[in-house]
Structures are given as structure tokens and as C-alpha cells.
């Protein structure tokens, strides 16, 4: 089958997407940021429930945040006491998510020269995640607490289509799990209301195509494991 042109645009948008963890210095325009916002608010949800909220950082807001947290990654005792709200992976892994996780963990250390042994440096990378990974600009999502488990799934359309939106812009993006752990603080350093649950966190930029851990390419599989034809 021969593909349109346009076939081929959201194809290689949607192939290109990776979780960009080096970002370069270069500031993203707000008019490219509204736009991103605007079109993946497009998304679907049920019954036009648009449960998502979107918070905006940059400049010096983006580095007190980044600060606030890297102060509690960085201590012991302030990290164990922060958890997260909500279980992201599952609480018993089994086969075969346990071997993907890990897969793609010790591929990006390995590019980094990190080995198993070398705790600091590994916790140091997982930090970098707080930094947005220089990104210029840090998006946070919440949701209202009221909404079920299917909004939730709405909501991952709507962060879906952002990364797609900032893709078709030239952009890169890196989806991140890894500030739920501090909710509290972002809360705090946001001044989020009450009835407003974070979801994640995303960083947003261009990315720095000299940085090694930007070579990473995570395999999926051949769509014969996952996908059944039912005559």
C-alpha cells in the first residue's frame, strides 16, 4: 500500500517521538506552547469531561521547583519520606514488564558508563529528572480527585497528543513518572488546590542530539505478539 504524504507526516511524527533526556539551552516560544496545549486538548474524553489541567514552568519558577526537589532527592531520611499518591507499576512484577523495565534501565546506563555498582552515579541520573533534563520548559499535569480511573485514560490520549503536537514543531519531549514521588513539594511550590492530584510531570524542549543518552532506542514487539485477527 502506498502512503499519502500525509500518511507519511504522522507516521514519522509518531515514530520519532522519544523520551529525550538532554535538552539544549534554547527557549521555546510561547506561542508554540499554547499551540502544542491548544490542538492536544482535542483529545477525546468521556461524555467532554477534559479532565486535564496543564501548569506551565519556565525561568525561575522551573528552577525553584527543580531546587525544591533535588534538595529532597538528594537527602536520605527527605526521600524516604516522600511517596507517591498513587502505585504507577504495578506492586508484584512479573514477566514479561519486569524484563522490559530493566531492559531499557541498564541499556540507558550503559550508554551513560554507569555500571550496577555505582549507586551515586545512578542515583545522580535518576536526579536528573528534576532538572527536566535542561529543558526550558516544565509542563505538570493534575487531575481532579473526583474523576475515576476513566479519565485517567483519557488523560493519557491528551499527554499523548502534547508530545505528538510538540513533535510536528520540531520539539522533543520526555514524559516523567518520576515527580509523583514528590508530590508534595510540587504542590506546595505550585499552590495547587486541594481537590487537584498530580499526574506526572513532562519535560519540553529541543533536544541536545550531541548527548549520548539520546542515542537510546527502546524496541517494541512485532505486533504478532500482541495483536489478534478475529474472522
Known sequence: MIQSPTQQCVDEV???????RAFLPTA???????????????APSGSNTQPWKVYVLTGNK????????????????QMQAHKEEYNYYPVQWISP????????????YALLGLGRENKTGIHAQHGRNYA?????????????????????????????????????RGLDTCPQAAFTQYHK????????????????GMSLGYAD??????????E???IGKFTQFLD
Open 220 to 222: 517494541r514487539d512485532d
Open 185 to 200: 513539594i510540587i504542590s506546595e511550590a505550585l499552590s495547587l488546590p486541594d481537590n487537584e492530584m498530580l499526574v506526572c
Open 28 to 42: 521555546v516560544a510561547r506561542e508554540d506552547i499554547c499551540q502544542i496545549i491548544e490542538v492536544a486538548a482535542r
Open 97 to 108: 514488564y519486569l524484563e522490559r523495565r530493566r531492559k531499557v534501565g541498564w541499556d540507558l
Open 209 to 218: 542530539r550531541s548527548k549520548i543518552e539520546n542515542t537510546l532506542l527502546t
Open 132 to 168: 527536566f533534563f535542561d529543558a526550558p520548559v516544565g509542563l505538570i499535569f493534575t487531575i481532579d480527585r473526583v474523576m475515576e480511573q476513566g479519565s485517567w485514560l483519557d488523560y493519557g490520549m491528551f499527554l499523548q497528543n502534547i508530545m505528538l503536537a510538540a513533535r510536528a
Open 14 to 20: 509518531m515514530t520519532s517521538r522519544r523520551s529525550t
Open 62 to 77: 522551573l528552577t525553584q521547583l527543580s531546587s525544591a526537589i533535588l534538595a529532597a532527592h538528594n537527602d536520605s531520611e
